[in-house]
């Protein structure tokens, strides 16, 4: 039988589409623990990366830790927090906001570092405090690296999410763990589906939000000046 | 910690190091041979390059254990087949490196593209010896990234019994067993650091011309 | 010789880069195209080497049609010098220098030996052979680049904005080396700018570009200033392409008179007395070469009784009777004392003229000529 055929009968049984292991709970479950890890994560790296970033104090140190933690196997992580701390939700939302941390830091060191020195200037010297420099110029220059680093933040914890099923958390990581148990492939694959289609909505979601919030005169989206823009009355937005 | 489970299990432990390194590296040098070409055909048809970006952030998004699962169904092998991780590693090196791949091909300035043409080199000579060479800095940035992220991810393939050192991690939760969890992580996280460490030595023999002008 | 003949590119979407243009480039000469960005200058250079292809009309490189020979061969006879030089970052500068002799199957070694020479012509020590591109100053890069555009020996040399990625100091002094070196090798060279005195500097002749591609000029850099074909030439070359003009009359037939003399050591006293009630006295050395003027009415004369030469203030650029009007002008309107101070062929002092002399004998000219030199 093919992938798709398996992936209709499951998906077209009424009895997979409710109770507490149906499909729309470990969507919502798996939604919801992205959602609360990211964040968790967000609180604890935003602040951290705009800092490291405006002060460029510490860059070094977050560098090399987010280079570091790059390399530490998620499966590794969850299982050895588990054992340590013992079953339930809150050390793998440990794990899920750990392993969350350093894209955000990054991304936003990045981004606050690479914004030019000469509009710093500016800014300074038109009479900004630190934090105006901060809030009116570096974060609304670097928002779309934050929220790229925001985004690869959110994918991995999906992804991670994923495999705490392993660790006896919910979400769809279930379908794929308690699938391959019985040898029900058709299970496996539904779950895997589904979480490729969360992961890549997720990714949808992100590119919609950077979409709105950065400035059109970052993104190459702002009209080309034509000959006549300049005389333009001030009342046209 | 109990070293004397280390003791007894060295050659065990060796065989999930070797076979963790081959799962890891040998989509990286596929990855590569794949993203070279498309990242090339992306610079020279720059319409080609928004939507090459995007299907490499939708592959790059999927997260591994989905695709360890999706592939056999689509590629027809047995679920349990190595071949699986390495396709699927694959797939997400090529995915990250036509980027880099790309990019680098991008910085290579006009004027030495127009002096290389204008000097007499072949189309083919001049992508060899002298763009391709320019783009290396990027390209292995790129390959830094993927060769770390391969390492950490082949573990993943332990869930469904094939992930080298990600054994250790399974067996160990199973039987409530810390040790082989830490010898596992210890061992992949000094496995990834050594081969970063290991690109940035070939990258610095390949490319002296990359320091030249900050030592200066 | 290269000759343009109804030379048109036409880009896909209508733009017109070059439009019929019709053209010599005299062998052995520098021939500069000079317009203002968008006139098509840079196409038509790049027309010659086939980095463009054209659309009608043909280029004949010594009388024979560019599009039949393959060109990559085309190429790697024909120097190709452009703007930051195009060298490969990735290559040592001698291994830059050496590529077309590669290219072309020299070997290794002939190659390389032919770079060191070619280093050494263009004013590069031996030690920055192993050098990369990136360690070198933007006036070596140049160099560089001359060097291996030198390296096959063509008899051809494209040069596109060759000096302008450079500070006004250096490129003045890449552009007199270019001059020296162009004396021994005499290449036939096409050499694009937007500047027209580098233009005027450079060219033996001068082809200025108006935009959409058409040549407004083609005459020596004399005639282009004393006769522009139209308004466009004349906006393009200047309002003081009058004083411009001066650097291709000679200073032969201007009447110099003498001024005071003094020597160092001499009595201040009589240096003043030999000034009676003016300012300025020329100091001379034993040989009469001028070493500088003395203001004898500053007010510590008194206290000083002979003539030093920390009390002198610069001569400044001296001329000859070879020397061009311009520069007999800016001697005299930088000099403190409002002189031009001549000399003869081993420097010696012959006499001296002022600004208000040198305007007279212009126009005692019918005017300025415009005689080449």
């Not at chain 1, 009424?14 to 609180?43: K, N």
């Not at chain 2, 070409?37 to 790059?60: C, E």
């Not at chain 2, 991810?153 to 094939?162: H, Y």
């Not at chain 3, 403190?336 to 000219?365: I, K, N």
């Amino acid at each position: 039988m093919s992938i798709f055929a398996q992936l209709l009968e499951f998906i077209g049984d009424p009895a997979h589409w409710s109770g507490p292991r149906g499909i729309p709970v470990r969507i919502f479950e798996h939604v919801w623990y992205t959602a609360l890890s990211l964040g968790i994560a967000a609180l604890i790296a935003l602040p951290v990366g705009l800092l490291i970033g405006h002060t460029g104090k510490g860059a070094f140190l977050a560098i090399s830790i987010g280079n570091a933690a790059r390399s530490f196997p998620s499966l590794g992580v969850l299982t050895l927090l588990v054992l340590a701390v013992g079953l339930g939700l809150t050390p793998v939302l440990v794990a899920l906001v750990v392993l969350g941390i350093p894209p955000i830091v990054a991304a936003t060191y990045e981004g606050i570092r690479g914004v030019s020195p000469a509009t710093v200037d500016a800014a300074r010297g038109m009479g900004m405090t630190e934090f105006d420099v901060l809030r009116r110029v570096e974060l609304p220059i670097a928002l779309p690296l934050v929220i790229s680093g925001l985004r690869s933040s959110a994918l991995q914890i999906v992804s991670t999410a994923t495999i705490a099923a392993f660790v006896a958390l919910g979400g769809l990581g279930r379908f794929l763990i308690d699938g391959l148990g019985v040898r029900n492939y058709a299970e496996m694959v539904t779950g895997a589906v589904l979480v490729a289609l969360l992961a890549i909505a997720v990714d949808l979601v992100f590119a919609l939000f950077s979409r709105i919030v950065v400035s059109d005169g970052l993104t190459g989206r702002a009209p080309a000046p034509s000959a006549d823009t300049d005389l333009a009355p001030a009342t046209t937005h | 910690m109990r070293w004397d489970w280390i003791q007894n299990n060295l050659e065990n432990i060796g065989e999930l190091l070797a076979f963790h390194l081959y799962l890891a590296v040998v989509p990286v040098v596929l990855g590569l041979a794949l993203a070279l070409p498309i990242g090339f055909l992306a610079v020279r048809w720059p319409r080609l390059y928004p939507p090459m970006l995007a299907t490499s952030g939708v592959l790059f998004s999927i997260p591994s254990l989905a695709l360890f699962i999706i592939l056999p169904g689509i590629i027809g092998t047995q679920i349990l087949d190595p071949i699986n991780i390495v396709i699927a590693l694959t797939i997400y090196a090529g995915a990250l490196l036509v980027r880099p791949v790309a990019d680098g091909l991008r910085s290579v300035p006009d004027h030495v593209r127009q002096s290389a043409t204008a000097i007499g080199y072949e189309r083919w000579r001049q992508v060899l010896k002298v763009e391709l060479p320019i783009a290396l800095p990027f390209v292995f940035a790129g390959l830094r990234f993927v060769t770390v992220a391969n390492i950490s991810m082949v573990s993943v393939g332990a869930l469904i019994g094939i992930g080298g050192l990600g054994e250790l991690f399974t067996d160990g939760f199973q039987r409530n067993f810390v040790t082989p969890i830490v010898v596992g992580m210890v061992l992949s996280v000094a496995l990834a650091l050594i081969a970063d460490s290991v690109i940035v030595l070939i990258q610095r023999v390949l490319t002296p011309w990359a320091r030249a002008g900050r030592s200066s | 010789m290269i000759k343009f003949e109804n030379v048109t590119k036409r880009y896909p979407g209508g733009t017109v880069a070059v439009d019929e243009l019709n053209l010599t480039v005299p062998p052995g000469k520098i021939t500069v195209f000079v317009g203002p960005s968008g006139c098509g200058k840079t196409t038509s250079l790049r027309l010659i080497n086939r980095s463009i292809e054209l659309t009608s009309g043909r280029i004949l490189v010594d009388g024979r049609d560019v599009t039949s020979v393959p060109a990559v061969a085309l190429r790697r006879g024909i120097g190709y010098v452009i703007q930051h030089g195009g060298l490969f970052p990735h290559q040592t500068v001698i291994d830059n220098v050496a590529t077309v002799p590669y290219l072309l199957g020299w070997d290794k070694k002939k190659a390389r030996a032919r770079a060191h020479e070619l280093l050494e012509r263009v004013g590069l020590p031996a030690s920055f052979a192993k050098r990369y591109p990136a360690q070198l100053s933007g006036g070596q890069q140049q160099r560089v680049g001359v060097a291996r555009a030198l390296a096959a020996d063509p008899p051809i040399m494209l040069m596109d904005e060759p000096f302008s990625a450079v500070d006004p100091i250096v490129r003045a002094s890449l552009q007199e080396e270019f001059l020296r070196l162009q004396q021994e090798l005499g290449k036939t060279i096409v050499l694009v700018t937007h500047d027209i005195d580098e233009a005027i500097k450079l060219g033996d002749n001068v082809a200025v570009f108006a935009e959409g591609g058409k040549l407004a000029q083609l005459d020596s850099p004399a005639r282009i200033l004393a006769n522009p074909a139209d308004e466009f030439v004349e906006d393009l070359v200047g309002r003081d392409r009058g004083y411009r003009g001066l650097s291709f009359v000679t200073a032969h037939d201007l009447p110099v008179h003498p001024v005071p003399t003094t020597a160092l050591g001499a009595s201040t006293a009589d240096a003043r007395a030999a000034v009676r009630d003016q300012r300025w006295v020329l100091a001379l050395d034993a040989d009469r070469r001028p070493l500088g003027w003395l203001d004898v009415s500053q007010s510590d004369m008194d206290t000083v009784d002979t003539v030093e030469s920390a009390a002198l203030l610069s001569v400044g650029a001296t001329f000859t009777g070879d020397s061009s009007m311009r520069r007999v002008l800016d001697g005299a309107l930088a000099s403190p004392a409002g002189y031009s101070v001549g000399v003869d062929a081993d420097g010696a002092f012959t006499g001296a003229v002022s600004t208000a002399e040198v305007a007279q004998h212009l126009a005692s000219q019918d005017r300025v000529s415009v005689e080449p030199l």
